[in-house]
């Protein structure tokens, strides 16, 4: 399975700033995720990052607030913009496994509003 | 509106004893059901998937039993290790949206397992 890392693992923001998260895999993927985990609650997903074009959001995420770049096969980043406290959340970024769709996900981004 | 759902948010059981983990869902149109494991502070690991042409899968001391007709599916983790402590999410792949080809997961909200030595 591939292995992805994120950056950064956590960060505390202040109300009305921006944070772009990164998501990077060791091997070239077509599918690429995003998902956020508010606390005590499940996964859900944020939007879907396609290669060379723009991302899929899912009911409920616009592009303005979390914009999302796909820029090659082993790369995406995600900005929560104008954030809130209600932003807070773990941000994960996962990949799919063509052969069986089985995702797999990244660490994690803890990001906390203040 | 949930999709997926997992009733119990926690499950103690004894070491060397059967976890057992309940899901449910009500969209019929799912037909790929995994169960990922997720320790704090770490992303969910892919643990054991299930067809929705099968019934049972097994994979060492994990296995999944799915009931079709009852919308129902179930993780048995036998035996009980210390180390299977941990949230379990299960999770479902199917069209969420009005277009047959756009397949995304739907998670459950998740069970946390403690086994007790």
């Known amino acids: 399975s591939a292995v992805i890392s994120q950056k950064p693992s956590r960060d505390i923001c202040q109300r009305g700033t921006s944070l772009t998260i990164q998501c990077q895999v060791d091997?070239?993927?077509?599918?690429m995720f995003w998902y956020r985990q508010q606390p005590g609650q499940s996964l859900t997903l944020i939007a879907t990052?396609?290669?060379?074009?723009?991302?899929?959001?899912e009911s409920g995420f616009v592009i303005d607030k979390f914009p999302i770049s796909r820029p090659n096969l082993t790369f995406s980043t995600l900005t929560v913009s104008n954030m809130s406290p209600e932003d807070s959340s773990i941000y994960l970024c996962?990949?799919?496994?063509?052969?069986?769709?089985?995702?797999?996900f990244g660490p994690g981004t803890r990001l906390t509003v203040t | 509106d949930q999709q997926v759902k997992q009733n119990s948010p926690s499950l103690s059981v004894q070491e060397g004893r059967i976890s057992i983990l309940n899901c449910d869902y009500t969209?019929?149109?799912?037909?790929?059901f995994l169960w990922y494991k997720k320790y704090p502070a770490e992303g969910p690991t892919f643990l054991i998937s299930?067809?929705?042409?099968?019934d049972k899968n097994e994979d060492g001391r994990f296995t999944v039993f799915l009931n079709k007709s009852a919308k129902h599916l179930s993780l048995h983790i036998v035996p009980s290790q210390p180390g299977d402590s941990a949230v379990y999410f299960c999770?479902?792949?199917?069209?969420?949206?009005?277009?047959?080809?756009?397949?995304?997961?739907?998670f459950g909200a998740g069970t946390t397992v403690t086994v007790r030595a």
């Open positions: 990052a396609n290669q060379g074009s723009e991302a899929t959001y």
């Open positions: 969209n019929s149109m799912f037909d790929y």
């Open positions: 996962s990949v799919e496994d063509t052969g069986g769709g089985e995702q797999y």
């Open positions: 299930i067809s929705s042409i099968k």
């Open positions: 999770a479902a792949e199917g069209p969420l949206h009005a277009d047959p080809n756009d397949y995304k997961l739907s």
């Open positions: 091997s070239q993927v077509t599918m």
